[in-house]
Structure formats: structure tokens, C-alpha cells
């Protein structure tokens, strides 16, 4: 599996600094990656979706080190890379994050319906 495009969106907020989508061999996309200022610095978190408990789950995640690993090197990379365009300010980045999802996904859930 090799990340094939990387595209972030930075935003202006306290710990969440970005949104992320990345694209896998040319094929399946995954939205919604965070990076995200911690503690101990930046790390990149997963899309996730808040349960009727109140709790987060993960929608989709790595399976093992190697590739999360992978993951967030890549995204880290594009992030301070992104950080570096001149007149790259971050609050107008995330409305287009988000009209570009509402253009190209008219029922986010259709496709777990279809399982």
C-alpha cells in the first residue's frame, strides 16, 4: 500500500491544527485525518465518529506500527510542508475541507448501507 496523494487543510484552533485527507494507490481515499498539537508534539489522529455513549471509535485505522507509522510521517511531512506556502494562513483551508466533502458525498452513509 503506498500513500498516492496527500491533501491538508490547516485550520486556526487551539490543539487541532489541520484536517488531512490521503489517497492509497491511486484508489480508495480516507478523510477526515486530524493533526493534532499534544503534549509531546504532533501526532495525527485517526477519522472517528462519536457513539451514542459519548465515546470516539476509530472508522478507519492502520492495522499495525509499520503503517501507522507510514501514515503519519506522510501526513506530518505534507502538514509542515503546507505550513511553508507563502500566504498559508489556515481558517479558509477547512470551509473548503468541507464544501469539497458535500460536493463529492451527497449520503456519507450510502456506502455502508450497500454492505
Not at 91 to 107: I, L, W
Amino acid at each position: 500500500m503506498k500513500i498516492t496523494e496527500v491533501k491538508v487543510f490547516t485550520v486556526n484552533e487551539d490543539k487541532l491544527k489541520a484536517y488531512v485527507t490521503i489517497v492509497l494507490d491511486d484508489c480508495f481515499v480516507v478523510r477526515d485525518l486530524k493533526v493534532i498539537h499534544g503534549t509531546s508534539g504532533l501526532f495525527v489522529a485517526m477519522p472517528s465518529k462519536k457513539r451514542k455513549d459519548g465515546t470516539y471509535k476509530d472508522i478507519a485505522h492502520p492495522l499495525n506500527q509499520e503503517t501507522r507509522a507510514e501514515v503519519e510521517k506522510t501526513v506530518l511531512e505534507a502538514y509542515v510542508s503546507k505550513l511553508k506556502e507563502p500566504g498559508e494562513e489556515g481558517g479558509d483551508a477547512a470551509e473548503s475541507q468541507e464544501d469539497s466533502d458535500s460536493d463529492s458525498d451527497s449520503d456519507p452513509d450510502s456506502s455502508e448501507q450497500s454492505e
